[in-house]
C-alpha cells in the first residue's frame, strides 16, 4: 500500500507539470488558460500559439506520461506502471497547482500506453491520425482512438489481464469525459477544425 501511494503521489505530480501553461508563460507571456478553449493542453497550444509551440507541448506531455510509467514499474512493476499511468493522466487533467484546470489528457495517455502497451498504442494512433488527417477535428480523431484502446487491447495484450483492460476503461473514460464540450460542438457542426487560430 505504501508503495502504491507513494507511486500515485509521484505520478499526480509529474501529471502537474503543463507543458502549454509552462510554454505560454516563458514564450507568449499569456496563460493558455485565458484562451481559445480555456485549456492547458497541446491542441488549445496549437491554436493558441502556434505550431511549434504545439508541438513541444505535445512531446513533452507524452514524455512525461512515459517518465511516470517508468518510475512506477521500476518500484512495483507492471502494476506499479498503472497506478502510475492513472494518475499521471489525472494529474495533468486535474493539477492542483493550476486549480485543477489541466488539459484533456491525449498526449500523455499516449505517453503511458507507449509504456504499458506499444502494439495497442500504434493502432490506435494510426487511427486517429487518419481520423483527424481526413476530417481535420483532433478532438474526434483523439476520442475514437481513445475510446478504441480497450477494444484492441482485448486482442493485443496476450494473455488477458483484467487490471490492464480495466485500467484502458477509465482511461478511455477520462478522455471522453474531458472532450464533453467538444463532443457537443461537433455534434452542431461548431468544432474548430486543426489549422485553425483562435484568440
Known amino acids: 500500500m505504501n508503495n502504491i501511494l507513494k507511486i500515485a503521489i509521484i505520478a499526480y505530480l509529474i501529471g ?3 507543458s502549454a501553461y509552462v ?3 516563458l514564450c507568449r507571456k499569456k496563460d493558455i488558460r485565458d484562451y481559445g478553449s480555456g485549456n492547458a493542453g497541446a491542441t488549445n497550444a496549437l491554436r493558441v500559439f502556434g505550431l511549434k509551440i504545439g508541438i513541444i507541448a505535445f512531446i513533452f506531455d507524452i514524455l512525461k506520461g512515459i517518465i511516470a510509467v517508468k518510475v512506477g514499474k521500476n518500484i512495483m512493476g507492471f502494476d ?4 502510475a499511468g492513472l494518475f499521471v493522466v ?8 493550476l486549480k485543477f484546470k489541466g488539459g484533456r489528457g491525449i498526449a500523455s495517455s499516449l505517453g503511458v500506453m507507449l509504456c504499458l502497451n506499444p502494439s495497442t498504442t500504434i493502432i490506435c494512433m494510426i487511427i486517429g491520425f487518419l481520423i483527424i488527417a481526413k476530417t481535420r477535428y483532433v478532438s474526434l480523431g483523439s476520442i475514437v482512438a481513445t475510446g478504441l484502446v480497450p477494444i484492441v487491447g482485448l486482442f493485443m495484450k496476450k494473455p488477458f489481464d483484467l487490471k490492464f483492460f480495466l ?17 457537443k460542438r461537433l ?3 461548431e468544432e474548430s477544425k486543426l489549422g485553425e487560430r483562435v484568440n
Open 16 to 18: 502537474n507539470f503543463s
Open 23 to 25: 510554454l505560454g508563460k
Open 80 to 83: 506499479g506502471g498503472l497506478v
Open 90 to 97: 489525472i494529474g495533468h487533467n486535474w493539477p492542483i497547482f
Open 167 to 183: 485500467f484502458t476503461i477509465v482511461l478511455a473514460f477520462m478522455a471522453i469525459l474531458r472532450h464533453r464540450s467538444n463532443i
Open 187 to 189: 455534434l452542431v457542426g
